[in-house]
């Protein structure tokens, strides 16, 4: 079955630091998305990505936030300079049409210190 | 916006008995509500969804009923297993504007042997 591969599974940083968390989507898939859940809370919208730019964004998706889809196959999302609020798991979905359907990878475990 | 509201947050029973988690949603133009199990370090996975124009769907031991009037749907387990413990999610999607999903803070279901 089509898989949303994420990685790193674990990352560790500094705060202050960058952070660039990684997406493979499933490959027929064009809407392309990244949620976050903080630890023991529901799972938050952040961005939506579709046909090469963002399509919709949350409140907590600000300046510091940006998406980007480098090649074919790959999804990022980059968080600069990050804080500690920041900590929570990162999972990116994948669509084939808008909304219907989501796969969600297994998630990217971001821990800011 | 849309707020989903789940309950109950943990739910503990017997193997073999049925297990009911409730949502409740605000906006009446959601229109797709897809349910999700959370294992411990995976992403959701969806388990079963329903689309408005529909009350009821069933998937072997799990169903899903849906009120359109009372803004209310709610996910069955039969006959529960142990494996069924995890984290479940309800979702409400509005395929309207904002469309990305809005998602409950989850049901901590535990099936003891």
Known sequence: ?113 | GENVEQHPSTLSVQEGDSAVIKCTYSDSASNYFPWYKQELGKGPQLIIDIRSNVGEKKDQRIAVTLNKTAKHFSLHITETQPEDSAVYFCAAFLNSGYSTLTFGKGTMLLVSP
């Open chain 1, 1 to 113: 079955e089509p898989e949303v591969t994420q990685t790193p599974s674990h990352q560790v940083t500094q705060m202050g630091q960058e952070v660039i968390l990684r997406c493979v989507p499933i490959s027929n898939h064009l809407y392309f998305y990244w949620y976050r859940q903080i630890l023991g809370q529901k799972v938050e919208f952040l961005v939506s990505f579709y046909n090469n730019e963002i399509s919709e964004k949350s409140e907590i998706f600000d300046d510091q936030f940006s998406v980007e889809r480098p090649d074919g196959s790959n999804f990022t999302l980059k968080i600069r300079s990050t804080k500690l609020e920041d900590s929570a798991m990162y999972f990116c979905a994948s669509t084939e049409g808008s909304g219907y359907g989501y796969t969600f990878g297994s998630g990217t475990r971001l821990t800011v210190v």
